[in-house]
């Protein structure tokens, strides 16, 4: 059983080992979610011998199920009405994901990596509807969501570093039968860190009970329709549309940058890797700022710290420049997601607070809203591979010859200096 019966106190905030138990559920799940989001497509596509819009179809196919079954299993979840719900969907969805993660770096024939992928995608579903409405739970006081939510992307960062330093070193590696089988040593340790932290946060959060409602007689599990006919509801969904259907093409690019540019894949990991330590620094800074600044105002900031990034990267993507701007762009997207699952947080509890019973059904909604925007996203990139992913990336950025012939002239422009 994850929770009680008995009501809570509004007023009170979790103590601080439930919110750190909670919140290291996070770190396995974002070593799934940022493996599919950053490597997955060029895994399948140079590696695994998936054509490139056979790929990128699979994967998109693949989030839409997951956004329409969170969405089904949420509303299950809140019919049923049990405080256990969550703890069950996790216990049965941790093990699926885990395992299905580490079958599709390991088996060969695509229709085996294609059927592992959709298990891995149904657990990820049944954990990611029952851990994120625990945010809901967890982060009950006043002041809590920012701060909960924060200690959540830290241990995403975490997993994100670990993904980059995995993937880094594999994709580095001489032949692609030598990378296969380093992905696959490290999709089995990733699995079970899915498998472990989210237990953990199950432990963590086992006394935690459902969040006090309205009048009982007012009750009511309220449809899909009336969230999205609530303004600041709909605007956040509209809101995480853009972010998840195009942010996540840059990430998607590294690997496929790497091997225009530089003649190397693995570059994508020490890019990844600064991208998160870029957030990882900024998040105790947005954690600070949320003490004397609403949701609302640091979506906004964040926004615009981003959007600077992203434009000067455009311009500038080679040498200390663009690593300078990746890490703009990093903690701008600390910003982002610290407040947009702050945002999530806050418009349910207001909406529980009015009456409204059905804590996973807005969860449910938001998560389908953000895998959705994230499948099309998917398969955009995946045309943009089609059409030819070295010449696109090519002709998009400086010529090599172009790059070396800049850094002699530096290093000799260097010598004459010091002459």
Known sequence: MIATRSPVSVSRSSTLSVQWGYSAGNLGKSVVWNSFESIMLFFLVSIAGFDAIAAGLILAAALLWDAAFDLIVARWSDRRGHASELARLMIVGAPLCGVGFWLI?????????????????????????????????????????????????LFSASGVALLALVSGSSLSLATTEIQHRSLAAGALAGG?????????ALVATRHLATIP??????????????????????????LIALQAGLVPIFQRALPFYGQAVHADAGWAGPALLTLTLAQSVALPGW????????????????????????????IASIGTVGTVLIAVFG??????????????????????????EGEATPVGLFLAVLKGAAALGNLLWAGVVTLGPVQFASSMLPRPSLIRRRRRWRRRKGSWRSC
Do not use: K
């Open 331 to 356: 903690a701008g997207l600390a910003g982002m997601n610290l407040a947009i699952w702050a945002l999530l947080t806050e418009t349910v509890q207001r909406a529980v607070a009015g009456g409204a």
């Open 105 to 153: 770096f390991t088996l060969s024939a695509p229709w085996a990596i294609t059927a592992a992928i959709i298990i891995c995608r149904i657990g990820y579903s049944l954990c990611d509807v029952g851990h994120n409405t625990l945010l809901i739970r967890v982060a009950h006081a006043p002041g809590d969501a920012a701060r909960v939510s924060g200690l959540r992307l």
């Open 192 to 200: 079970a860190l899915y498998i472990g932290t989210l237990l953990l």
């Open 287 to 314: 954690m600070a700022v949320a003490r004397h600044r609403s949701s609302r105002a640091i979506a906004i900031m964040a926004y615009g710290i981003a959007l600077i990034g992203m434009a000067g990267l455009t």
């Open 213 to 238: 409602h309205g009048h009982p007689r007012r009750r009511s599990i309220r449809p899909i329709g009336t969230y999205w006919r609530h303004p600041p509801f709909r605007r956040l969904l509209l």
